[in-house]
């Protein structure tokens, strides 16, 4: 896979891509008794109230800045780890999706950070990075269909768009239960360094090993050019 971050997102924070590639996954394991408290940590943390500071965290603040640098309504278009906490808290509970989506869920909860989530094997061409710069169409997981505007944040392959604005991604490149090579993309924004999200790349590569002891993970840094 060829991957490539367009220059143009320089403009918007963005100067690197954090990338992690978990090869030989099983998507049907089921979650070891150690994540699973885990997970009810997370939740009550979020439940309790003592994630509430992550709407005011520089963190997310850098991602409202890269949406309304892309001209886009915040209101519209949140930034993902409070919308995921205000999922959490209207249903009473933490979303469980697989094993997969729960773990790096798990690490946006504590990281602050939006990552994206994708099998690789349905990824085809190049994987680029950029401000579209052009008319496009998205497809969201629940498959709904939006307009993607030439100033919008986006990364696609040589056939669709995968993510967009960092808050959502496409249902046709999501995990599923015949995943055997899974993505992990954290593009960050100008509040994020590398190391930080090379930890939190650590973290999930980690979990991941407690369900599948024989899957192989790397990371790469894919700098802005």
């Not at 099983?26 to 109230?49: D, R």
């Not at 993902?80 to 790096?104: C, L, Q, W």
């Amino acid at each position: 896979m060829h991957i490539h971050v367009d220059s143009s997102l320089t403009a918007h924070g963005i100067h690197a891509v954090v990338i992690g590639i978990a090869h030989h996954i099983n998507p049907l394991v089921p979650m070891p008794e150690i994540l699973e408290n885990k997970i009810a940590a997370l939740e009550k943390s979020v439940l309790s109230g003592e994630k509430d500071y992550i709407a005011n965290d520089p963190i997310t603040e850098g991602y409202r800045n890269l949406i309304l640098s892309c001209q886009r309504s915040i209101k519209k278009n949140p930034p993902t780890v409070p919308e995921f906490i205000r999922s959490i808290k209207h249903r009473g509970a933490m979303p469980r999706i697989s094993t997969i989506v729960d773990i790096y869920n798990m690490e946006t909860l504590h990281s602050c950070l939006a990552i994206g989530g994708h099998d690789a094997d349905k990824i085809h061409g190049t994987l680029t990075f950029t401000i579209s710069q052009r008319e496009d169409t998205f497809t969201s997981i629940g498959g709904h269909t939006k307009r993607v505007a030439p100033s919008d944040y986006c990364y696609r392959d040589d056939n669709n768009v995968i993510a967009w604005l960092g808050t959502r991604d496409s249902s046709f490149y999501k995990i599923d239960d015949h995943t055997q090579n899974a993505i992990f993309v954290i593009a960050g924004n100008c509040h994020t360094d590398c190391d930080y999200r090379l930890k939190a790349l650590e973290r999930i590569r980690d979990d991941l090993s407690l369900c599948m002891p024989k899957m192989e993970f790397e990371t790469m840094i894919v700098e802005a050019q």
